[in-house]
């Protein structure tokens, strides 16, 4: 268009640019020097707009074409950020004041110029405006492209923290699995061993009856089957009565009260637990297939609680109740109940308990024990009519 309208040198200016911009092009093909490559094309945008308005006298009739070397901090923002990008913005301002002083100085100066060069005060209004809108759409489309990256990224950030949440939602739920909420809390918060001393704690361990002998004759896979449906039934029990499962050891199943506050009378709550579960016997053994009885023992008193380790980790308790409880369960009759001294102190008056019996424990010499059987009946009272 310059060519057009007369201005011969300042259309050559544009084809050798495009010239230089393809012989930069051409370079960083061969070479791979991309840091260089940015250089140089940040400096051809930056310089020639400038070169293109001297050669062509001042701002007007110029038709504001150093408008285009504000590509280069643009792109420099884009490209290399916004700290590596300032260096090209104050060029850009140093070399527009720079322009704008000259022009001041020598606005009245002989006006007169080579014929060759002349813009005509129509073709500068045109150029104003084509300058200005290519200017505008330019910083507009990148800008355009810098939200639209914003937003894909922010979206990208989203989802990555929705899945994050997810994980981290899971993890806490396999945590809870493993560990009661309250030591779960601590050990992600204090990070430091965890050890409770606890005055009065109801535990119980219940037995499979025969289960090396049951287990023989079957596989792998059918055991696992049996014991799975076995204590998942026992789980389901244990969360109805907000005890606290501790582990499964073999065919041997622990549970422990009074750990939390879930549970306000944990020997109680035990011992409907351990009736539950030796009356839910008979519909297992119709899922198994298999003749499940337990032997169940439980004991109340002092423990200390936490966690051991630091891999593979779980809670676990310590001290003579576990012992006593589970030397009980391991002495017990099929289908019985075996409770401590302390378990009977605090049910005799609300649960039936057969006449209390001795047993030699291991560790524990003659203990005595008492079988619980069943809750006590409340007595109705009957009021007769008074005769008048």
Same mark, same amino acid.
């Given at each position: 268009l310059y060519w057009l309208t007369g201005p011969q040198l300042s259309?050559?200016?544009?084809?050798?640019?495009? %010239? #230089?911009?393809?012989?930069?092009?051409?370079?960083?093909?061969?070479?791979?020097?991309? &840091?260089?490559?940015?250089?140089?094309?940040?400096?051809?945008?930056?310089?020639f707009p400038f070169v293109a308005q001297w050669s062509m006298g001042n701002f007007i009739s110029g038709s504001g074409v150093i408008l285009w070397a504000l590509m280069a901090p643009i792109g420099a923002v884009f490209v290399m950020g916004l700290r590596e990008s300032l260096p090209w913005f104050f060029a850009y301002i140093f070399f527009t004041a720079?322009?704008?002083?000259?022009?001041?100085? #020598?606005?009245?100066?002989?006006?007169?110029? $080579?014929?060759?060069?002349?813009?005509? #005060?129509? /073709?500068?209004?045109?150029?104003f405006a084509l300058n200005f809108i290519a200017i505008s759409g330019i910083v507009y489309a990148m800008l355009r492209f810098a939200f639209e990256e914003k937003k894909r990224i922010q979206n990208k950030l989203e989802e990555a923290m929705a899945l994050l949440t997810? @994980?981290?939602?899971?993890?806490?739920?396999?945590?809870?699995? %493993?560990?009661? $909420?309250?030591?779960?809390?601590?050990?992600?918060? @204090?990070?430091?061993?965890?050890?409770?001393?606890?005055?009065?704690?109801?535990?119980?361990?219940?037995?499979?009856v025969n289960f090396t002998q049951l287990a023989s004759g079957m596989s792998a896979q059918q055991v696992f089957t049996m014991l799975n449906t076995v204590f998942c039934h026992f789980d389901e029990l244990v969360e109805k009565h907000r005890l606290e499962k501790i582990k499964t050891i073999g065919d041997a199943y622990m549970v422990a009260g009074g750990l939390d506050a879930r549970c306000k009378d944990p020997c109680a709550t035990m011992a409907d637990l351990a009736l539950e579960m030796r009356d839910s016997l008979s519909s297992l053994t119709t899922v198994t297939g298999m003749p499940l009885t337990l032997r169940i023992g439980i004991g109340t008193g002092p423990v200390v609680a936490g966690v051991v380790g630091k891999k593979k980790f779980i809670y676990d308790l310590w001290g003579d109740t576990v012992n006593m409880a589970s030397r009980l369960?391991?002495?017990?009759?099929?289908?019985? %109940?075996?409770? $401590?001294?302390? &378990?009977?102190?605090?049910? @005799?008056?609300?649960?039936?308990?057969?006449?209390? &019996?001795?047993?030699?424990?291991?560790?524990?010499?003659?203990?005595?024990?008492?079988?619980? /059987?069943?809750?006590?009946?409340?007595?109705?009272?009957?009021?007769?009519?008074?005769?008048?």
């Open positions: 259309s050559t200016l544009p084809f050798l640019f495009q %010239i #230089l911009l393809a012989v930069n092009l051409a370079y960083y093909i061969q070479s791979g020097n991309f &840091t260089w490559f940015r250089f140089s094309q940040f400096a051809l945008f930056l310089f720079l322009t704008g002083f000259f022009d001041y100085m #020598l606005v009245d100066a002989d006006g007169s110029m $080579d014929a060759a060069t002349a813009v005509s #005060l129509r /073709t500068s209004v045109v150029f997810e @994980e981290q939602g899971r993890s806490e739920r396999l945590l809870l699995n %493993i560990l009661p $909420d309250s030591v779960a809390r601590r050990l992600k918060s @204090e990070n430091q061993t965890v050890a409770d001393d606890f005055y009065s704690v109801t535990v119980m361990f219940a037995d499979i369960a391991g002495e017990s009759n099929p289908n019985a %109940i075996q409770c $401590d001294r302390r &378990t009977h102190m605090h049910l @005799e008056n609300r649960y039936c308990f057969d006449a209390r &019996t001795s047993l030699r424990l291991k560790g524990k010499g003659e203990v005595i024990v008492y079988r619980l /059987t069943g809750k006590a009946q409340t007595k109705r009272r009957t009021t007769q009519p008074k005769a008048d």
